[in-house]
Structure formats: structure tokens, C-alpha cells
């Protein structure tokens, strides 16, 4: 506890990793304090899956320096995996028996005793509302209980380091904020997160820190609050029912960004009370009467879109995505 | 916990997993059985009376006969279970669970001889079954003593375990459940070029060679002296060699293939 390293639950000095001529990682570093929630984000195809892998020890990197754990990934894999759990982006459960026996499975390579590992087994369906499926076969499962079970089996050997490749996809929204319950309980206890996700909302909800993948560099990293102010994505958006309406006020108002299609127009703004007003009195003496006004403050949505390729305008995100 | 126990301890619950799939979806393991046990219906009741001639005079009632073509059922019955481990090693590959076993800290090898100890419980299993039905129909083996009888059992585990880790290498090698069943349909089809039927020395001369250099012929030829008291000459260290290679390169193979970086 006496060097800095040690305080890292994972560190990782220029990750590299290319499948044949593609390179996926590109020289990345990372550095995850123990007891912290890291999210790591990415457009599709972005790598996330393949540092995952590779932290977890279920692929090996071309180069890098990579401690997990305080253990080095190379040369001691096993004691990576004896203080790792790993839920990855593709269910990791036993289809063919059911529920309660995939629990007990992990209980029995966990090496618990049989009434410590029923105990952990029931109280772990319980936490994931899993009780009344247990007995049944996963293959019966639908794929958000089927998700819970992975994440649940995940939790069953009290693992100091979890690694969830985008642990709630395919949640409802009620299960979503159960298990973003279960993520900062987990942190609270002290272990460590790192985990990969589609919705930013909830790198903003969990994540200490965030780092934003790209092209197989970190585009940026930072806590939320520090990514949002890397881009000016505030502004007020107006909206119009009627056409021609939306065409006056576009044509009066042209420093505005306009969205034809959703008959929109998009002023700069900060969102503080003073620019708010002195833009409502630009707009009556202009003259224009928008039928709704929304104040948009840049979110992790403007950051993702401005880092990975795209514009920083949320509504022209259909044609950003790859 | 030492290495050995850990292995002992995480291959035993990996056995366990597989055992519990076998009896939660037994159709493939009794499919496998009907293979065997019908062309042992079929050569003793159908061809029975032309086979019964063909090995040598015959006598009315195909005694003779079932005792010749039962040994090389009963390795036929482990070359058709062995197909099991193959498709399900494939099965369990492209499943999820296995990149979750992979970074866990368990025995390295207990997926693998999960499946291998299971495969070879199955196949004693099917012996027995298949046994059974030879019984039934008229087999004895009276001759044989207690010795010849361990000695039979211990050949038919130890031919298990090799076609075993040859399946589990074919397995490991397929990219899907069908390829991989396909893939090991040579070790249930290998026996009817062998001596099991009909002897090797009955067949065209240019094939003989095939018959009598391929690993089931000289393991039947043990089996049969040790259960019915024909000459077994060179043929057990022959069956052991033949054992002990076809083992060495499965394990070698799927260990192998394992320890790769999954697709
Ligand atoms: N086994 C593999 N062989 C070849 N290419 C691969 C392999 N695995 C991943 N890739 C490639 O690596 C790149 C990154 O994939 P990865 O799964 O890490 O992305 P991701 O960021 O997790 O994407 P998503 O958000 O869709 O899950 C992709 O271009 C993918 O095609
Ligand atoms: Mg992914």
C-alpha cells in the first residue's frame, strides 16, 4: 500500500491489440483507482468488448503493460482471475440447466462449502428477483432475466474487481435502476467497476471517471462534469407545428442551426436566466412564435458525438452512427 | 489448495455439469446407442445365416456368429458414443459459459476433462447396455476368467479414453455442433472396415492392409481372445500402443486448441 500502483485496481500502459490488419487498441492506457466506477464508451466497433477481454485475461494483448488487480495479466493470469469477475457483453450462462444449478455451479468452482454456497446462491436470486425462475431452465429465460443470472453468477465469488461489458442492455428500466442500486452498493463495499456502456445517461448516473474510445485511442477521460466541458453543446431548441411558420422564423433567424425535417431550430445558448432572456426578447421582437422551447445543456450525448466522429447535434445522431 | 486437488476438485464439478446434461437431455446419448445394437440385430438375425457360413462351416443356430460380432460391437458401441463428446464439446464451446469458465481461476484443463471422464462413464455405460442385448440374444463368454475379464474391461476404458480425446480434439475443431458430429462419424464407421464382421483375412487382398493397420481391429482382436479364447498374438501390445498414441495426440490437440485465444 505504500507505492501508488497499488491503489490502482487496474493500470494498463499502451494496450495494443489488432485482429489481422485491424487495429483495434492502439496504444491505450488506463488507470482505474480501487473502489471506483470506470465506464468506458465507444461507438460500435469501437474496442470496448476487446479491453474487456483482454483485462479479464480472456484474450491476450499484442503489447502493453497490464496490471490487474496488482497482478500482472501475462505473467500471472490466474491471480487476475482469483480477484476478477467477468460479465461480458454475450450471456455466459448454462442454457441447458437451470437457474439455481448455474448458481451453484459457480458456488462449487468458487470452492464454497455446500451450505455457504446455497446460501450465496438464494440470497443472490433474491437480490436479481430471480427466485421464482430458479428451478426453471435458463433456455426459458427471457433475455433481461437471463442477463440478471449472468450478472448474479458474476457476484457469487465476492469478487474485489468486476468488469460488465454493457451490463444493462436489454434491461427494463425498472431492473436498469435495480442493478445501477447494485453497481454503487457493490462500490460502496469497496470493489471496483469497470464497465462499458451504450447509454451515457448511466456513465453519467455511476462512472467516477469516464474515458471515451475512438478510433482505438481514448478520445478523451474524465469525470462527467470535466467531459461536458470539452464541448459547447448548449442550446435552445424550438420547435414548430407549422411549416411555414418554421420557414419565416428560419429564414429570419440564420444564426440559428436548422433541422428541416423536424422543423426545428437550434440557438447556441449557455441555459443561464440572463441569455434565456435577452434570446426570448430576440425572438418577439423578431417576431417568431415557436410552438415549444426546450433549454438543452450539453450532456455526455454532445461529448460522445463530438469525440467519435460525429457533430455535436443530437437530432442528426441517425446519421452519425455507423 | 494444491494443484492437483484443484484439478481433481474443479474437474469433478465440471463431470458433474455434464453428467447433469446428459440425464436432463438423454436423446443424444440413446441415439448413439441405436447404431451399434441395431447392426448387431441386424447382422445376427438378418444376415446372420450367409455370416454364420462365411466364417467357417456354421453352425444352425448363429451362436458362433454372435460370439464373433460381438466384441467388435461393443468397440463399435464407443466409437458411436465417442461421437457425444465430440458434438457436445463443439455444443459447450459456443456457448457463453465457457469464456466465463475461462476467467475463472479454475483448473485450466477441468472443462476439457470434464468432458473426457464423462464421455468415458458413457461409454462403460453403453458397453453395458449393448452388452446386455448381446446377452440376450445368445452371447456367452464362459471361457473367460476374472483376469480376462479385467483385462477386457480395462482395454475397453482405455479404448474409450483414446477415441475420447480424438472426439473431444474433433470437438474443439469445429466451428458448430453439426461439423463436429460430421467430423467424428469416422469412429462409429471405422469398425465396419475392421475385423469386427467379418474377419480381415476374408477381405480383398488390397484391402487387407487397411483393415488390419487401423486401431480397431487389433483392439476387437484382444477383446475377442480375452472373452472368447482366440489367439490374441501381437495384438494387445498392438491395441495399447495404438491407445496410448491416439490419446497422447486428442490430448495434445484439444489442450491445445483450448488454450488459444477464443474466436
Ligand atoms: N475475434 C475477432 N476477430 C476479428 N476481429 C474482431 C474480433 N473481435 C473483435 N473484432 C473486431 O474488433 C473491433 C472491436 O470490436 P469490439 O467487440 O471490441 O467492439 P465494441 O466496442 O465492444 O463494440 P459494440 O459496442 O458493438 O459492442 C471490431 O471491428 C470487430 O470487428
Ligand atoms: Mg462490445
Redesign the interface.
Given at each position: 500500500m505504500t507505492t501508488t500502483s497499488h491503489s490502482l485496481a487496474i493500470e494498463a500502459k499502451g494496450l495494443r491489440k489488432a485482429y489481422g490488419d485491424r487495429t483495434v487498441l492502439d496504444g491505450i492506457d488506463l488507470a482505474v483507482p480501487a473502489g471506483s466506477i470506470f465506464a468506458l464508451l465507444g461507438p460500435n466497433g469501437a474496442g470496448k468488448t476487446t479491453a474487456v477481454k483482454i483485462l479479464s485475461t480472456l484474450v491476450t494483448a499484442d503489447a502493453g503493460e497490464l496490471r490487474v488487480g496488482g497482478h500482472d495479466l501475462a505473467s500471472e493470469p490466474q491471480a487476475v482471475r482469483a480477484s476478477i469477475g467477468v460479465t461480458g457483453q454475450f450471456s455466459a450462462v448454462d442454457g441447458l440447466i437451470t437457474g439455481e444449478e448455474n448458481m451453484l455451479l459457480m458456488a462449487d468452482l468458487h470452492h464454497l462449502s455446500r451450505s455457504e454456497g446455497r446460501r450465496t446462491a438464494a440470497e443472490l436470486l433474491e437480490r436479481f428477483d430471480l427466485v421464482e425462475a430458479a428451478s426453471k431452465p435458463v433456455s426459458t429465460y427471457s433475455g433481461g432475466m437471463k442477463r440478471r443470472l449472468d450478472i448474479a453468477m458474476t457476484l457469487v465469488g465476492a469478487p474485489r474487481i468486476i468488469f460488465l461489458d454493457e451490463p444493462t442492455t436489454g434491461l427494463d428500466p425498472r431492473s436498469r435502476h435495480t442493478m445501477w442500486g447494485i453497481i454503487r452498493e457493490l462500490v460502496s463495499g469497496g470493489v471496483t467497476v469497470f464497465l462499458t456502456t451504450q447509454y451515457l445517461e448511466e456513465a453519467d448516473e455511476l462512472a467516477d471517471r469516464i474515458a471515451v474510445l475512438s478510433n482505438g485511442r481514448i478520445a478523451a477521460e474524465g469525470s462527467a462534469e470535466e467531459l461536458k466541458r470539452l464541448v459547447p453543446g448548449g442550446h435552445v431548441r424550438l420547435r414548430f407545428t407549422d411549416p411555414a411558420a418554421y420557414q419565416a422564423a428560419a429564414a429570419t433567424l440564420r444564426e440559428a442551426t436548422a433541422d428541416d425535417e423536424a422543423l426545428s431550430l437550434q440557438i447556441p445558448s449557455g441555459g443561464s436566466q440572463r441569455e434565456l432572456r435577452s434570446i426570448l426578447d430576440w425572438l418577439d421582437s423578431a417576431g417568431v412564435e415557436a410552438d415549444e422551447l426546450t433549454v438543452h445543456t450539453p450532456d455526455l450525448d454532445d461529448v460522445f458525438f463530438a469525440l467519435t466522429g460525429g457533430t455535436n447535434l443530437p437530432d442528426q445522431t441517425k446519421e452519425t452512427v455507423r | 489448495?494444491s494443484t492437483l486437488s484443484l484439478a481433481v476438485?474443479?474437474s469433478s464439478?465440471m463431470l458433474?455439469?455434464n453428467l447433469?446434461?446428459a440425464r436432463?437431455?438423454p436423446s443424444l446419448t440413446l441415439n448413439l446407442l441405436l447404431t451399434p445394437i441395431m447392426l448387431l440385430l441386424l447382422f445376427v438375425y438378418i444376415f446372420g445365416d450367409v455370416m454364420s457360413a462365411g466364417i467357417g462351416g456354421g453352425s444352425a443356430d448363429r451362436s458362433e456368429y454372435v460370439a464373433y460380432i460381438v466384441p467388435g460391437i461393443l468397440m463399435m458401441t464407443i466409437g458411436g458414443t465417442v461421437i457425444g463428446a465430440a458434438v457436445s464439446v463443439a455444443t459447450d464451446m459456443s456457448?457463453?459459459?465457457i469464456?466465463?469458465?475461462?476467467?475463472?481461476?479454475?483448473h485450466r484443463g477441468s472443462v476439457l476433462i470434464g468432458h473426457v471422464v464423462g464421455s468415458v462413464l458413457q461409454c462403460v455405460a453403453s458397453v453395458v447396455v449393448v452388452g446386455a442385448v448381446a446377452v440376450a440374444i445368445g452371447f456367452r463368454s464362459t471361457g473367460a476368467t476374472v483376469l480376462e475379464w479385467l483385462a477386457a474391461f480395462g482395454l475397453l476404458v482405455l479404448f474409450s479414453l483414446a477415441l475420447t480425446w480424438i472426439a473431444v480434439g474433433m470437438g474443439m475443431a469445429s466451428p458448430s455442433a453439426e461439423a463436429a458430429g460430421n467430423s467424428a462419424q469416422p469412429l462409429i464407421l471405422l469398425p465396419l472396415i475392421s475385423s469386427a464382421f467379418i474377419p480381415a483375412g476374408t477381405m480383398p487382398g488390397w484391402f487387407q492392409p487397411i483393415a488390419e493397420y487401423q486401431p480397431f481391429t487389433p483392439a476387437i482382436e484382444t477383446l475377442r481372445g480375452l472373452l472368447l479364447g482366440s489367439a490374441i498374438g501381437d495384438n494387445w501390445w498392438i491395441a495399447i500402443l495404438w491407445c496410448v498414441g491416439l490419446t497422447a495426440l486428442g490430448y495434445r490437440w484439444s489442450t491445445a486448441s483450448f488454450n488459444r485465444?477464443?474466436k
Amino acid at each position: 500500500m505504500t507505492t501508488t500502483s497499488h491503489s490502482l485496481a487496474i493500470e494498463a500502459k499502451g494496450l495494443r491489440k489488432a485482429y489481422g490488419d485491424r487495429t483495434v487498441l492502439d496504444g491505450i492506457d488506463l488507470a482505474v483507482p480501487a473502489g471506483s466506477i470506470f465506464a468506458l464508451l465507444g461507438p460500435n466497433g469501437a474496442g470496448k468488448t476487446t479491453a474487456v477481454k483482454i483485462l479479464s485475461t480472456l484474450v491476450t494483448a499484442d503489447a502493453g503493460e497490464l496490471r490487474v488487480g496488482g497482478h500482472d495479466l501475462a505473467s500471472e493470469p490466474q491471480a487476475v482471475r482469483a480477484s476478477i469477475g467477468v460479465t461480458g457483453q454475450f450471456s455466459a450462462v448454462d442454457g441447458l440447466i437451470t437457474g439455481e444449478e448455474n448458481m451453484l455451479l459457480m458456488a462449487d468452482l468458487h470452492h464454497l462449502s455446500r451450505s455457504e454456497g446455497r446460501r450465496t446462491a438464494a440470497e443472490l436470486l433474491e437480490r436479481f428477483d430471480l427466485v421464482e425462475a430458479a428451478s426453471k431452465p435458463v433456455s426459458t429465460y427471457s433475455g433481461g432475466m437471463k442477463r440478471r443470472l449472468d450478472i448474479a453468477m458474476t457476484l457469487v465469488g465476492a469478487p474485489r474487481i468486476i468488469f460488465l461489458d454493457e451490463p444493462t442492455t436489454g434491461l427494463d428500466p425498472r431492473s436498469r435502476h435495480t442493478m445501477w442500486g447494485i453497481i454503487r452498493e457493490l462500490v460502496s463495499g469497496g470493489v471496483t467497476v469497470f464497465l462499458t456502456t451504450q447509454y451515457l445517461e448511466e456513465a453519467d448516473e455511476l462512472a467516477d471517471r469516464i474515458a471515451v474510445l475512438s478510433n482505438g485511442r481514448i478520445a478523451a477521460e474524465g469525470s462527467a462534469e470535466e467531459l461536458k466541458r470539452l464541448v459547447p453543446g448548449g442550446h435552445v431548441r424550438l420547435r414548430f407545428t407549422d411549416p411555414a411558420a418554421y420557414q419565416a422564423a428560419a429564414a429570419t433567424l440564420r444564426e440559428a442551426t436548422a433541422d428541416d425535417e423536424a422543423l426545428s431550430l437550434q440557438i447556441p445558448s449557455g441555459g443561464s436566466q440572463r441569455e434565456l432572456r435577452s434570446i426570448l426578447d430576440w425572438l418577439d421582437s423578431a417576431g417568431v412564435e415557436a410552438d415549444e422551447l426546450t433549454v438543452h445543456t450539453p450532456d455526455l450525448d454532445d461529448v460522445f458525438f463530438a469525440l467519435t466522429g460525429g457533430t455535436n447535434l443530437p437530432d442528426q445522431t441517425k446519421e452519425t452512427v455507423r | 489448495m494444491s494443484t492437483l486437488s484443484l484439478a481433481v476438485r474443479d474437474s469433478s464439478t465440471m463431470l458433474r455439469r455434464n453428467l447433469l446434461h446428459a440425464r436432463r437431455y438423454p436423446s443424444l446419448t440413446l441415439n448413439l446407442l441405436l447404431t451399434p445394437i441395431m447392426l448387431l440385430l441386424l447382422f445376427v438375425y438378418i444376415f446372420g445365416d450367409v455370416m454364420s457360413a462365411g466364417i467357417g462351416g456354421g453352425s444352425a443356430d448363429r451362436s458362433e456368429y454372435v460370439a464373433y460380432i460381438v466384441p467388435g460391437i461393443l468397440m463399435m458401441t464407443i466409437g458411436g458414443t465417442v461421437i457425444g463428446a465430440a458434438v457436445s464439446v463443439a455444443t459447450d464451446m459456443s456457448e457463453g459459459i465457457i469464456a466465463r469458465f475461462r476467467t475463472m481461476a479454475i483448473h485450466r484443463g477441468s472443462v476439457l476433462i470434464g468432458h473426457v471422464v464423462g464421455s468415458v462413464l458413457q461409454c462403460v455405460a453403453s458397453v453395458v447396455v449393448v452388452g446386455a442385448v448381446a446377452v440376450a440374444i445368445g452371447f456367452r463368454s464362459t471361457g473367460a476368467t476374472v483376469l480376462e475379464w479385467l483385462a477386457a474391461f480395462g482395454l475397453l476404458v482405455l479404448f474409450s479414453l483414446a477415441l475420447t480425446w480424438i472426439a473431444v480434439g474433433m470437438g474443439m475443431a469445429s466451428p458448430s455442433a453439426e461439423a463436429a458430429g460430421n467430423s467424428a462419424q469416422p469412429l462409429i464407421l471405422l469398425p465396419l472396415i475392421s475385423s469386427a464382421f467379418i474377419p480381415a483375412g476374408t477381405m480383398p487382398g488390397w484391402f487387407q492392409p487397411i483393415a488390419e493397420y487401423q486401431p480397431f481391429t487389433p483392439a476387437i482382436e484382444t477383446l475377442r481372445g480375452l472373452l472368447l479364447g482366440s489367439a490374441i498374438g501381437d495384438n494387445w501390445w498392438i491395441a495399447i500402443l495404438w491407445c496410448v498414441g491416439l490419446t497422447a495426440l486428442g490430448y495434445r490437440w484439444s489442450t491445445a486448441s483450448f488454450n488459444r485465444d477464443p474466436k
